[in-house]
T-cell receptor, first 115, second 114 residues
Framework: AQSVTQLGSHVSVSEGALVLLRCNYS??????LFWYVQYPNQGLQLLLK??????LVKGINGFEAEFKKSETSFHLTKPSAHMSDAAEYFC?????????????FGAGTRLAVHP | DTAVSQTPKYLVTQMGNDKSIKCEQN?????MYWYKQDSKKFLKIMFS???????INETVPNRFSPKSPDKAHLNLHINSLELGDSAVYFC?????????????FGPGTRLTVT
């Protein structure tokens, strides 16, 4: 069964610092991987997704993620954190099951950004 | 225009009651989902419907009964509410046919059972 592990339930960075949120997946076949962001009291918004077209994926708000098959990782990065990036971030994998997708989420990482 | 909407946004009720949450999407998608987010923010799929047909049922208690009157709507009815049902319930929708299609989420319904 496919699963996702997010290392670090809380990450704190200073404004302007590099953001690195870690995600490792387990899958017997190349997966489809997603990063979603959840701002307080809101729904989830897609940041970016990996669908095997390119290993380095650029998303919204300056975020990007690199798919590394050898490390079974899909870490999310942003060169310079902004206060507005403070939110909960979820990595998710989509198992292939007859064309009907469901998302299996990691436990989430709360990003705090300090002035 | 809101892509995926849910009503109500907040729902406070007592144990044993029956309640419903409604979801509508105007994206033209034919697959809709219900996810539950617990107090620790963990998200787990509950159900998925494709063109009004149930295709995913993730071992959810039968007190939960989803209904899809048409492909733009997916409602969730919960009977005999329990304290453990307190959570945020998210509706989502997507296109069908490729698991790379992203899911669009509604704003969530925060259910509190007292």
């Amino acid at each position: 069964a496919q699963s996702v592990t997010q290392l670090g339930s809380h990450v704190s960075v200073s404004e302007g610092a590099l953001v690195l949120l870690r995600c490792n997946y387990s899958s017997s076949v190349p997966p489809y991987l997603f990063w979603y962001v959840q701002y307080p009291n809101q729904g989830l918004q897609l940041l970016l997704k990996y669908t095997s077209a390119a290993t380095l994926v650029k998303g919204i708000n300056g975020f990007e993620a690199e798919f590394k098959k050898s490390e079974t990782s899909f870490h999310l990065t942003k060169p310079s954190a902004h206060m507005s990036d403070a939110a909960e971030y979820f990595c998710a994998v989509s198992p292939f099951s007859g064309g009907y997708n469901k998302l299996i989420f990691g436990a989430g990482t709360r990003l705090a950004v300090h002035p | 225009d809101t892509a995926v909407s849910q009503t109500p946004k907040y729902l406070v009720t007592q144990m044993g009651n029956d309640k419903s949450i409604k979801c509508e999407q105007n994206l033209g998608h034919d697959t809709m989902y219900w996810y539950k987010q617990d107090s620790k923010k963990f998200l787990k799929i509950m159900f998925s419907y494709n063109n009004k047909e149930l295709i995913i049922n993730e071992t959810v208690p039968n007190r939960f009964s989803p209904k899809s009157p048409d492909k733009a709507h997916l409602n969730l009815h919960i009977n005999s509410l329990e304290l453990g049902d307190s959570a945020v319930y998210f509706c989502a929708s997507s296109r069908t046919g490729d698991v790379s299609y992203e899911q669009y989420f509604g704003p969530g319904t925060r259910l509190t059972v007292t």
